[in-house]
């Protein structure tokens, strides 16, 4: 099961340039934030990735400003239909950026993983059959506890999305939801944490 102490949540290539393509984008965006809101309330550490920015572009900038921000008491999610600027930095916003699809197999992005300290990675982004994917691999074979929320990747195309978490399940990823994950790693009702969780997902 997810733990608090052992969990980090990493937010895999979520660039504007890739983003109009992708299937059920705000949608993906959306479960994305509420991912990052869960493990931000429970005071678990989040790394965002990119992937060659200047073709892929920036993070999406109101996903930056989830990931620089603290989570909103009334647990309001953020408008994604607005359309963006390709290259937009948020201030206080930093990803390690990678050439490699794998996050696992570029130096910097690794070691930026590494230095979460924490064994349980949680995998969120596009694209499912590429970047995540390859990534949640290559986590595994380094001995990672790794898991994938399944309604917080997508891909462009739906076949891929479906295929992709196939293949992670049968080479040892663990695949969970957005809701399963949270409610493992809040393991009781009634808390505070528990309480603005709940804001996020009625």
Known sequence: MLE???????????QTRLLPSIHEGEETLRQITRAIRGFQIIGAPVLATEQYTKGLGTTHPVLQEVLTTEPPEDGALPDYSQPVETHV??????????????C???EGTLAAIEGLDRPQIVLVGIEAHVCVLQTALHLVQREFETFVLADAVSSRKRESV?????????EGVKL???????FELLHVSGTVEFKRWLRFIR
Do not use: N, Y
């Open 4 to 14: 608090r102490e052992k969990a980090a949540l990493v937010v895999v290539d979520v």
């Open 89 to 102: 930095r948020v201030p206080g916003f930093e990803a390690p950026e990678k050439m490699a699809f794998s």
């Open 104 to 106: 696992a197999a570029d």
């Open 162 to 170: 479906e295929i992709a978490l196939r293949r992670m399940e049968q």
């Open 176 to 182: 969970a939801t957005v809701e399963m994950a949270m």
